[in-house]
């Protein structure tokens, strides 16, 4: 059930993990965003942040790009990490095949769409001192979207899950409620209009593609704001990630079909389509011998 029924200006409304599915999308439909307490135990958290501890370890602050507004987007005190399917069993295991995050997905894509897989799964760690980033709608990268306006069908959903403490000082994640509504998408509003996303380890800030958000300012001195974006797509637009080329096929064979298809190793049927990402029309798992 909501546990809370209406937007305050410092906080978005809250669901419990046991909520149903109708109850999750009546807030998502109304405001663009919910927080969806206790996705994740924290036992699952603290195996996650396990697992990928050496790899942020080694991995550099900062953006790979050239790019200046890149840059500044990706964050210069901000780490991100990706291919979490091949670095975290933990992922693959309980976050990957998740039920309750593709009971959510399903409801949101099989109407229209028909069929979804991954976009990207990464891990943002929000390190002190790093700006706020740039407010944002995740469909941006699939113009016809924005284009279509806010009645159009649902390009991507984001579950910004938790592995940190999520609070107003050290950059959690920013929302506009109600902003996925606005007539003109092309308009981002302004920081004055967001709320904080405040979160405990486990919690998940589920949002559609049309709402507006983005990653706060750090304040702290040292803390570190540590999250997943997992973000998920109908399957007939191009993922971030390019899974078949990253992940190892022998690990590939472990997942189930649902996870399998999530990762583009399994072929895509959108609605009304004979079928994508296949060989000869043929299922591309049988092609390369899943």
């Given at each position: 059930m909501v546990t809370n029924t209406s937007i305050t200006p410092t906080q978005l409304r809250h669901v419990n993990v046991s909520s149903s599915c109708t109850d999750v999308l009546k807030v998502l439909r109304e405001d663009g965003g919910v927080i969806i307490k206790g996705l994740l135990s924290q036992d699952q958290v603290d195996r996650m942040n396990q697992d990928i501890q050496p790899a942020m370890d080694q991995l550099a602050a900062g953006s790979t790009h050239s790019d200046e507004w890149t840059q500044q987007f990706h964050g210069t005190n901000t780490k991100r990490l990706t291919n979490l399917v091949t670095i975290s069993q933990t992922f693959r295991q309980d976050?990957?095949?998740?039920?309750?995050?593709?009971?959510l997905c399903e409801a949101v894509f099989l109407q229209d769409s028909g069929t979804y897989w991954l976009n990207t799964a990464q891990v943002i760690e929000i390190g002190p001192g790093n700006k706020a980033q740039e407010l944002h709608r995740d469909q941006v990268q699939y113009p016809i979207f924005t284009h279509c306006g806010p009645d159009a069908p649902e390009?991507?959903?984001?579950?910004?899950?938790?592995?940190?403490?999520?609070?107003?000082?050290?950059?959690?994640?920013?929302?506009?409620p109600g902003s996925h509504r606005w007539p003109d998408l092309k308009n981002n509003g302004s920081p004055d209009d967001t709320v904080p996303a405040i979160m405990a380890p486990g919690d998940a800030c589920f949002i559609n593609g049309k709402v507006v958000h983005g990653g706060g300012a750090n304040r702290t001195q040292d803390f570190k704001r540590r999250g997943i974006a997992l973000s998920f797509q109908c399957s007939y637009l191009t993922p971030e990630e390019a899974y078949p080329f990253i992940v190892e096929k022998a690990l590939a064979e472990q997942l189930s079909e649902r996870g399998q298809r999530m990762i583009a190793f399994r072929s895509q049927f959108p609605k009304d389509s004979p079928g994508l990402w296949q060989s000869n029309y043929g299922e591309i798992a049988n092609v390369i011998g899943i």
């Open positions: 976050i990957l095949d998740n039920d309750i995050i593709h009971h390009a991507c959903v984001n579950f910004m899950i938790a592995l940190t403490d999520f609070t107003q000082e050290n950059g959690a994640t920013r929302v506009i």
